[in-house]
């Protein structure tokens, strides 16, 4: 059985390689460098040295982890095949290098790895930035950036930034976490003699520099307060600020019972937000909700009851294990299906043995009509629900009836019951409609307001009160409201 030896070239410049790797690699049985894209290749090349590349592979592959698959396996079936073999990789074999990563993990217990140091490419972009690292520098894989997210306190590097293509991608995703005006460093060929080339310029310049290659990285200093956008951990260090002794006296006296109130209203202003198609709005209403979390969290974090990372981490689990349509072998081809899957998952997991487990776990506190929506929703999963629109309404026809019979008794009770078996069933046809009956009812309720103060204003125009004037004057300027058109204004 062969060996694998893995060095390093460094990061392109001749006198950076070490001489135990220019030994390593005069003395090879078989040389196999990643890719001959790199300044010491005509170096080694014109020493006579034989070697191979793998720059195919790049060619033949859809994916770069296909790439670096391909790569390990070709060096560990050479390897097992009884060969001694040299893989050389640019910079430093552990720096950024996942084919390496690869083969440490795949050759484990088939083949001896050897990995020689080197200078890497690291060394050589901090050189020429004159950064001191010890402040922290966080290095990440522009290929992978969708994952290892940039932290804005501290130094970023961004690796295997080969082409403009790539150098755009990565200006979109630096642009969720830093404001246009960044400053960022675009360095290419570092250490490189009469190679280096580096340029400092803002975040949204990033695509239009020209001569970017294949050993251009990007440098990100840590980011001042006015040059990013904040970020959850932020968000956290302030509310536990406010909840301080240096904070504020009003936010450290609140707990969980005090905050519900404030916890309903931001929903609902979420979804006035919604139906007055205002952004704006909708993103302050909605930072607004994300407070009432943070601060609920934080309350929770002082009494030792949890933290915000077991809320995220619940959530985050119980949307895998909710969705076995989509990460397990469950089949949801439309809405339905998915549905069915969804509240299937969670009876399993809360233990819930029957149907009728799942209607009584609705909340008690949810508005009636959202919460009759819910009941029939879920009753609906077993069949137990109307064919069509058409036997819904046929019902609420016969609530009324039933209601016509008892309403004008002394019988308030079965009164009570009349009307709400009324209302269940208008609620029934809502949901056949998809319409949600608390949103309808909410837009009834705000028609109803600007007709009535379009009454009001125009009898005060009139020199009238409207104690003062008779149904059939106020009935008369009602119908006049129903044909105006209500501008966005009148509705806000």
Known sequence: MGKITIIGLGPG???????????????????????????????????????????????????????????????????LEGNNVVYAVPGHPLAAEKSVEMILAKAKGKVDVAVESAMSFIDAVTAALKIDISSGLKIIDALRLDKQKPDMNC????????SKLVCSE???????????????????????????????????????????????????????????FKSMDDLINLMEYLRGDKGCPWDRKQNHN????????????????????????????????????VFHCQIGKEAGEFHIHDVIT?????????????????????????????????????????????????PKAMPSLTRSWKVQEKAALTGFDWPDVDGAMAKVDEEVLELKEVYKTAKKDKIEEEIGDLLFAVVN?????????????????????????????????????????????????????????????DKN
């Not at 460093?185 to 080339?197: L, P, R, T």
């Open 258 to 293: 005090s905050l519900k109130p404030y916890l309903l209203e931001e929903c609902y202003e979420v979804i006035d937000a919604i139906e007055s198609d205002d952004i704006d709005q909708l993103i302050e209403e909605l930072g607004d909700v994300l407070l009432q979390v």
């Open 13 to 79: 410049d001749y006198e950076s390689l070490t001489l135990k790797a220019e030994n390593i690699i005069k003395n090879a049985e078989i040389l196999i460098l990643r890719t001959e894209k790199h300044p010491l290749v005509d170096k080694i090349s014109g020493m006579g040295i034989k070697f191979s590349t793998c720059d195919d592979v790049y060619d033949s592959a859809d994916t770069f982890e296909e790439v670096y698959e391909t790569i390990c396996d070709r060096v560990i079936n050479i390897a």
């Open 429 to 489: 046809v809502a949901r056949f409609l998809k319409m949600q009956p608390e949103l309808a009812l909410t837009k009834t309720i705000n028609k109803f307001i600007l007709r009535f103060s379009y009454i009001e204003e125009i009898a005060m125009t009139q020199g009238k009160k409207m104690e003062e004037m008779t149904l059939e004057e106020m009935d008369l300027l009602w119908n006049k409201a129903k044909t105006h058109n209500f501008t966005k204004t």
């Open 314 to 362: 619940f959530l985050a689990d119980k949307l895998i294990s909710r969705h076995p349509h989509v990460f397990g072998q469950v089949e949801a081809n439309d809405e339905s299906g998915a549905l069915e899957s969804w509240e299937a998952a969670k009876r399993n997991e809360k233990g819930m043995d029957t149907y009728t487990d799942t209607l009584k776990a609705i």
């Open 170 to 228: 990565v200006k979109l995703i630096l642009m969720d976490h830093y404001k246009d005006e960044q400053k960022v460093c675009i360095i290419k060929a570092a250490g490189v003699e009469e190679q280096e080339k580096m340029e400092w310029i803002e975040l949204h310049q990033l695509d239009s520099i020209e001569w970017v290659d294949y050993l251009t990285s990007i440098y990100i200093p840590p980011a001042e307060e006015n040059k990013r």
């Open 155 to 162: 130094g970023n590097l961004i690796t295997q930034v080969y």
